[in-house]
């Protein structure tokens, strides 16, 4: 199976473009103010108008109001909404769309539970664990703690880059990388030479 690459964070219209040329499989588009690559939804819809086709688009959200949720779905084309905060099950089925639930990682963490309160999700997301940030903090966690009968996709997330790309593949087998720092110049900003090495890298890894 090949592994499919999202990168998230994109806060310029031609980054975004670049790396549907590259061959990306999804962008992230982050929608929660206290993260360095939060957009407006002009920006959004920017960005969005600009990409071709078959490019899946998703919607990060942290414990987000219902009404700005269902404000971005309605002016930004939207094909899937990932959930990064503490909501529940019922909260990340409302909006009849696809959802991804992330997860960030501690070792007490009993993935498989997780998997079975959120079985209509479309894949989870491990992240790694930081306190008081939820996502985008680069850093990796023990892959260690991933189990491999999970019966949702895994999106690998955490500390990605380059160097890593061909080891998460081979040693986690996800259904998906997600990377965000790991392919910027500077917060929010890609950098095309690293989006085209992880996602060749990424290729590889599936050899």
């Known amino acids: 199976m090949r592994t499919r690459v999202k990168i998230c964070g994109f806060t310029q219209v031609q980054d975004a473009v670049e790396a549907a040329i590259l061959g990306v499989d999804a962008i992230g ?3 929660y103010p206290p993260s360095p690559r ?15 086709a078959f490019v899946t688009t998703v919607a990060l959200f942290v414990d987000e109001q219902e009404a700005r949720i269902r404000e971005v779905l ?26 991804i ?15 079975e309160e959120y079985d209509d999700a479309s894949a989870l997301l491990l992240d ?31 500390g ?9 593949v081979q040693f986690v087998k996800p259904y998906a990388l997600d990377v965000s720092s790991g392919v910027e110049s500077s917060k929010g900003i890609k950098d095309v030479a690293k989006m085209a090495a992880f996602i060749q890298v990424t290729k590889e890894g599936d050899r």
């Not at 985008?136 to 892959?143: A, E, N, P, V």
Request: glycine residues 6%; charged residues 20%.
């Open 101 to 115: 639930k992330a997860i960030r990682m501690k070792p007490e963490l009993d993935v498989m539970a997780l998997a």
């Open 160 to 168: 990605l880059q380059v160097d890593n790309a061909m080891q998460a």
């Open 128 to 158: 790694a664990y930081h306190p008081g940030i939820k996502g985008g903090s680069g850093s990796k966690f023990d892959w260690d703690l991933i189990p491999n009968n999970c019966c949702l996709p895994v999106i690998l997330a955490g």
């Open 29 to 31: 588009l982050v929608f």
């Open 74 to 99: 309605t002016k930004v084309p939207i094909d899937c909404i990932q959930f990064h905060g503490d909501e529940s099950a019922d909260a990340c089925r409302i909006y009849n769309k696809p959802y």
């Open 38 to 52: 939060n957009i407006s939804i002009d920006k959004a819809i920017e960005i969005t108008k600009a990409l071709p």
